[in-house]
């Protein structure tokens, strides 16, 4: 029996069981036992000769942005719209067939587009080359998920991405669980919480970590989680990625729908072929990234507004030891303390040090330690000293007595 036979066999068992009391310890145990399943099947075959062709591009930019879909939902003509790219938009399913990039300017920034082909239900078993689709997806920062406006009342195309997407081993819109997980040698398992467990307690965690074959480990629980974050910190493979849900095609639909639409959570309705919407999307992708403008001031001089120096969680950090890095790699550790003007400081100006948090539209003037020399090493020229004499003359050593 094939992995994926045996993932059909546990999820038909899964649906097949009544949720109670009596049944979540097995119910616990079938998702680990799934969830191994799953990683194996996103491994490489073992013996597989040469490199699989992706679709994966360079870097560019301050941010990357993938767009996730069905066929024929509008996702490269979208991409043509924000980007001016040229990608083959027809009325028929999969026009797109590899990864086409595009380049968002935006506030001053540069933001990677891509336009991945689309996906189809299945797409984590390998149907319609899903699996290399959702790999490049784990490589960006923000996901828009591209929907049909008029088939959103059933709303079967999100559950049915969404699911595919945990399939894969990402996280739409979550936070890493609060649980400290380590291995060791020997000692046996460690179990600890700092909250009151409400969905799981140790008999559950003791059968998950044997369906893992973990005998000896160290867990701390900090928050009240399930059995799928405990899964998931077990795996240690998972992507935690900001996701956008993008309803195109608003122009077909009433005001109502529209309206009941943008109140959605992360939800976002425009219309490419009417144009609508698309700057109040630009601005929720732009905060949903969390990218952080900051400017430059030399002392005694006004500051530079024409370049800032783009900064990000995801790549880097916000504070002003990560702004300093920008500049010039040893900055940070010359550093004595920096001048803020903008929303992060109390006062015009601030002097701040290295842990500062920084907020978009930022004004930073660097001030550096001042070098004292303590010898002549580092010196030049003729300021340099090449003599091994002591400077004093009475650490001179008094030269023996000439013999007659």
Known sequence: MGVLEKIKEIELEMSRTQKNKATEYHLGQL?????????????????????GVGFDVSRYGHGRVALIGFPSVGKSTLLSTLTG??????AYE????????????????????????GIIEGASEGKGRGRQVIAVAKSSDLIMMVLDASKHESDNHRQILTRELEACGLRLNKTPPQ????????????????????????KMVNQILYEYKLHHCELLFREDVTVDDLIDTIEGNRKYIRCLYVYNKADIISLEEVDALMRTPNSVAISCYMKLGLEYLMERVWDAMGLVRVYTKKAGHKPDFSQPIILSEDRGGTQV????????RDLAKQLAYASV????????????????????EDVVQVVKKKKVQTDNSELRGRFRCTSDEPKRIADRVKKAALKT
Do not use: M
């Open 31 to 51: 998702k680990a036992k799934l969830a191994k399943l799953r990683t194996s099947l996103l491994e490489p075959a073992k013996g597989s000769s040469g490199e």
């Open 85 to 90: 790219t040229d990608s083959e938009a027809a």
């Open 94 to 117: 999969f026009t797109t067939l590899t990864c086409i990039p595009g380049v968002i300017h935006y506030n001053d920034s540069k933001i990677q587009l891509l336009d991945l082909p």
């Open 179 to 202: 649980i400290y997980f380590k291995k060791k040698k020997s000692g046996g398992v460690t179990f600890n919480s700092t909250v009151p467990l409400t969905k799981i307690d140790e």
């Open 321 to 328: 030891e990560h702004f300093c890095i920008q500049l010039h």
């Open 341 to 360: 003007w903008g929303t992060s400081s109390k006062h015009y100006p601030q002097r701040c040090g290295a842990p500062h948090q920084l907020e978009d």
